[in-house]
């Protein structure tokens, strides 16, 4: 099985960086995704990492550490369109593009 | 280019009643998946299909059935709809080593 785990909830300023950590447990592990997801919105693709690093796309980035189960996201230069949840979500390597998803973490932009 | 189409957007049914979700995706995508999101459980993966004429079932099966009789369409049923099947229920399509793209959702309310 896999077990996902991040933070509930997250409070940031505008023009700040926030960092949204995410870990797993996965008998099988093919890639780790980030999507974003706007309150009564469907989830946004954001990011996909198979590789350990940073991969990093704009303001937004995101580092994989398979040896240690763990990833992060990483949000520069906040701006208050970006409050929404943070979905982790792990692809086991079962194939298929199956996906395993973290419950998210809500986080608010603050002035 | 629509991308991934889901009807209806809203429905309420009666406990007991049957109804059928569409979602339907223009993008020539092998892979297609059946999820609801339920406050505070994430993402939960009901059935998905790996291509035309296949289906399988995911982490939360019971009470739904899917078919796809053509690879665009992805069809989820509730045969006798239970209180605790309501939910916001999201279709997601990708191809190989690709993020999902979502359906814009269907809330559905049993009472």
């Known amino acids: 099985g896999q077990n996902i785990d991040q933070p509930t909830e997250m409070t940031a300023t505008e023009g700040a960086i926030v960092q949204i950590n995410c870990t797993y447990q996965t008998s099988g592990f093919n890639g780790l995704f980030w999507y974003q997801q706007h309150a009564g919105e469907a989830p946004t693709f954001l990011s996909y990492?198979?590789?350990?690093g940073l991969e990093e796309k704009g303001r937004f980035s995101s580092f994989l550490s398979r040896s240690k189960g763990y990833s992060y996201l990483l949000l520069k230069e906040l701006q208050m369109k970006d409050s929404a949840s943070y979905l982790c979500a792990v692809s086991n390597s079962g194939g298929y593009q199956k996906v395993t998803f973290g419950t998210g973490t809500k986080l608010q932009v603050i002035p | 280019n629509a991308g991934v189409t889901q009807t209806p957007k809203f429905r309420v049914l009666k406990t007991g009643q049957s109804m059928t979700l569409l979602c339907a995706q223009d993008?020539?995508?092998?892979?297609m998946y059946w999820y609801r999101q339920d406050p505070g459980m994430g993402l939960r993966l009901i059935h998905y299909s790996v291509g035309e004429g296949t289906t399988a079932k995911g982490e939360v099966p019971d009470g739904y059935n899917v078919s796809r009789l053509k690879k665009q369409n992805f069809l989820l049923g509730l045969e006798s709809a239970a209180p605790s099947q309501t939910s916001v229920y999201f279709c997601?399509?990708?191809?190989?080593?690709?993020?999902?793209?979502f359906g814009s959702g269907t809330r559905l309310t049993v009472v």
């Open positions: 997601a399509s990708t191809t190989t080593g690709g993020g999902y793209t």
């Open positions: 990492n198979v590789l350990d």
């Open positions: 993008m020539n995508h092998e892979y």
